[in-house]
T-cell receptor, first 114, second 116 residues
């Protein structure tokens, strides 16, 4: 079956430009998560959605970062005025409701800021 | 506040031996779940095992078992009979429940090297 799909898989852009990263979760999954992973490091929590609502945005690094989810499905993570420190792999995951449901991850978007 | 700690940046194990990867956590929520994921060099995240805070028995999945010590707030992963293909990054994660939903955070990870 279809897994979590992220696009683009790679994005190279110049410092100061805006970027949009897309996540298409597994159909029926109500929870959606965004993480950032720098090379060889752990997963930094950014934001999660329950349906279209984001109960916890505490992980967003600055006001340049925003995310939305529409129709309880696709989510977009937007980074405005990108900086070199934004370079990382951005991972999206989705899960069914329930504390014991594991997350299913996409392959990530590798973002490189020149 | 939620916190997950993995104190072993790297671990070595001989093929066919068992290895324990440490994970401690902190939460004020009495209801939570603990997960372990594997990330090979290819980058994909693979779910290994889950333990609920109210589960009475330690979780097991094939060669993976979770040594859950609730009072110590630890959830160590035990891999038995290590294989070369077990070489990867391993992440411990915790999900809290409650009215806010199911925020999940990850530890810094442990890189496991299996020696032939």
């Amino acid at each position: 079956g279809a897994g979590v799909s992220q696009s683009p898989s790679n994005k190279v852009t110049e410092k100061g430009k805006d970027v949009e990263l897309r996540c298409d979760p597994i159909s029926g999954h109500t929870a959606l998560y965004w993480y950032r992973q720098s090379l060889g490091q752990g997963l930094e929590f950014l934001i999660y959605f329950q349906g279209n609502s984001a109960p916890d945005k505490s992980g967003l690094p600055s006001d340049r970062f925003s995310a939305e989810r529409t129709g309880g499905s696709v989510s977009t993570l937007t980074i405005q005025r990108t900086q070199q420190e934004d370079s990382a792999v951005y991972l999206c995951a989705s899960s069914s409701s329930g504390r014991g449901q594991p997350q299913h991850f996409g392959d990530g978007t590798r973002l490189s800021i020149l | 506040a939620q916190k997950i700690t993995q104190t072993q940046p790297g671990m070595f194990v001989q093929e066919k031996e068992a290895v324990t990867l440490d994970c401690t956590y902190d939460t004020s929520d009495p209801s939570y779940g603990l997960f372990w994921y594997k990330q090979p060099s290819s980058g994909e995240m693979i779910f290994l095992i889950y333990q609920g805070s109210y589960d009475q028995q330690n979780a097991t999945e094939g060669r993976y078992s979770l040594n859950f010590q609730k009072a110590r707030k630890s959830a160590n992963l035990v891999i038995s009979a290590s294989q070369l293909g077990d070489s990867a990054m391993y992440f411990c994660a915790m999900r809290e429940g409650g009215a806010g939903g199911f925020k999940t955070i990850f530890g810094a990870g442990t890189r496991l090297f299996v020696k032939a």
